[in-house]
């Protein structure tokens, strides 16, 4: 009796429910069926998807939290298991290649755009030069600097060691005196964007002189290459003999120079005296060359310098043959056309690195400058150089089976102004007698963050949650506890909670706050209200 009156009790809770799942998507590709009924074509115990809902269900399975934006071959498998129809490779492929958010956050693994385009060879030397710096040196004799100058002709060079990282006038200075008195005047000039080379005061010597300025595109040293790599082999020979007295690497400048001005180059096969002087220095009272005549002399110096062209002409063209293995040719961008742009050398203000979106924009093309460098239409807060080499770009591919996101409208005010949704405050910083706040607008990429003065905000209860929720990340990073419900203060993921008592805890908060502007970035704000 005693066993009749046990109780047995179910595994699974009462308020469980078991039952098959089913998806939205699906009721919807069987409604269009009715429409565009399956030819019976495919493969069997599959679902026939019509052309109306092809789009929605690429997106759905692109997107969803059981897929999160999987490439081509994973999506188009996902998709296989249930669904069919004929052309089902070349609409995900169209898809997945205007998706927005792949091109945002995913890396290239393709080869680099753009072939190779060496520059022109000079006929003498010392008619085209190229200069960089060398900082970061340890105090020596009063140096710290090492100004590099290299003549792309002999490959020679000159290591000059200013005091400190000189201005723009008295980078010309130096050129005067220790290179123009000595090779004369040159035909171009090229260098970095560095502050010294794009200050007027530098084009304008450059004009007076008759040379050409030629600048490398943003964030791409290859295009100076030559003073780069003479760089480095300057680091490697300091490296060599002063690694027990770092402070004495100024000493040792001059047999720095004259090492590598004696060595034989790979691109001309001379050394650069040779190429330069016509003539190697002995190291030996033995190795003196015999005495010849003005008119032998430069017949020499113009045969070597025959030959040196040839070499160079050679170097170029084997150096272009290896590089383009690696590369492919860029596509024919054309003015107004919208492309993404590489963030790997941007710093992103409020974004951790691992983070942070591999490309930013889409920005418009302002001009096309020439085969591999093209000039951006960029926000005024991004404060860079807008040319840029086509290595760092790809163009924005669209498809109507992947509408492109609408960009966010300006808020109108009641005070008839124009106002821009702010998602959230992401940092501050002190300036002056006052503080700026580091502002991400919302509907707008990293790159339109802009730094805000505190005395332009009227609405003191932003800046006063804001401080709140500094305060209090601290004391929650070494406490799991949390608002009612789980969910984290704020409103559409900023950092603190909303002081409206409208907002109940633990619900999404249904305001934003706006800031008055004539304009979108770049002009002074007029303060701030809720909406």
């Given amino acids: ?43 069997p115990n599959k679902i026939f998807v019509p052309t109306s809902t092809r789009g929605p269900l690429i997106h ?28 089902m490779y070349r609409d995900v492929k169209e898809y997945i290649s205007a998706c927005q958010v792949c091109a945002r956050h995913k890396s290239s693994n393709q080869p680099p755009q753009g072939l190779l385009q060496p520059l022109p060879v000079p006929h003498r030397p010392w ?40 201005s723009s006038t008295e980078t010309a200075n130096l050129l005067i005196k220790h290179l123009f008195r000595l090779h004369g005047l040159p035909n171009e000039i090229l260098s970095d964007r560095g502050p010294q080379f794009i200050a007027r005061v530098w084009t304008d010597f450059a004009k007076h002189l008759g040379a ?35 402070a004495g690497w100024s000493v040792q400048l001059p047999w720095v120079e004259y090492a590598h001005n004696s060595h034989t180059s790979s691109s001309t096969g001379q050394s650069t005296f040779e190429v330069s002087l016509g003539y190697q220095p002995p190291l030996f009272p033995s190795d003196s060359a015999s005495s010849t005549s003005v ?28 590089a383009d293995r690696h590369r492919h040719p860029a596509p024919a961008y054309t003015q107004g056309q919208m492309v993404w742009l590489s963030s790997r050398d941007i710093k992103l203000r409020g974004y951790n690195r691992k983070f942070s979106p591999r490309f930013l924009g889409p920005f418009p093309m302002a001009e096309v400058l020439g085969p591999v460098s093209v000039q951006l239409d960029l926000p005024p807060s991004m404060k860079i150089h807008p040319v840029f080499h086509v290595s760092l770009l790809k163009p924005v591919v669209s498809s109507p089976l992947c509408p492109p996101v609408a960009p966010p409208p300006p808020v109108c005010l009641a005070d008839g102004s124009l106002g821009y949704r702010m998602h959230r405050i992401l940092d501050v910083r002190s300036r002056g007698r006052g503080r700026q706040f580091l502002v991400d607008w919302e ?9 805000i003065p505190g005395s332009w905000i009227e609405d003191i209860s932003l800046i006063r949650d804001f401080e709140a929720s500094r305060g209090s ?25 909303c002081a409206s008592i409208c907002c109940e805890f633990g619900q999404p908060c249904v305001h934003r706050w706006a800031w008055h502007s004539s304009q979108l970035f770049g002009v002074p704000l007029i303060g701030a209200s809720r909406i």
């Fill in 127 to 166: 008619s085209h030069i190229a200069l960089d710096f060398v900082t970061g040196l340890p105090l020596s004799k009063g140096f710290t600097v090492i100004l590099t100058i290299v003549d792309r002709f002999s490959k020679a060079c000159h290591l000059v060691p200013p005091k400190s990282l000189p």
């Fill in 295 to 322: 008119p032998q002399f430069l017949r020499q110096a113009r045969r070597i310098w025959s030959h040196t062209r040839a070499a160079l002409q050679r170097t170029a063209e084997r150096n272009r043959r290896i």
């Fill in 443 to 451: 509907g707008y990429g990293p790159e339109h963050r802009e730094w």
């Fill in 473 to 497: 990340s601290s004391s929650a990073s070494s406490s799991s506890a949390g608002p009612p419900g789980g969910i984290p203060w704020g409103w559409g993921g900023a950092l603190s909670r």
């Fill in 60 to 87: 759905w399975a692109h997107t969803a939290k059981f897929s999160i934006h999987p490439g081509l071959g994973r999506t188009i498998s996902l998709i296989r298991r249930t669904f069919w129809w004929p052309s």
């Fill in 212 to 246: 050409k300025v030629s600048l490398t595109s943003g964030f791409h040293p290859q295009t100076n290459g030559q003073v780069e790599r003479m760089n480095q082999e300057l680091e490697a020979m300091l490296r060599c003999i002063c690694s027990s007295n770092p």
């Fill in 1 to 43: 009796a005693s066993d009749r009156e046990v109780e047995f009790s179910t595994i699974i809770p009462a308020s469980c429910i078991v039952g098959s799942i089913t998806w939205d998507i699906t009721n919807k590709v069987l409604e269009a069926q009715q429409q565009e009924p399956d030819p019976g074509t495919g493969p």
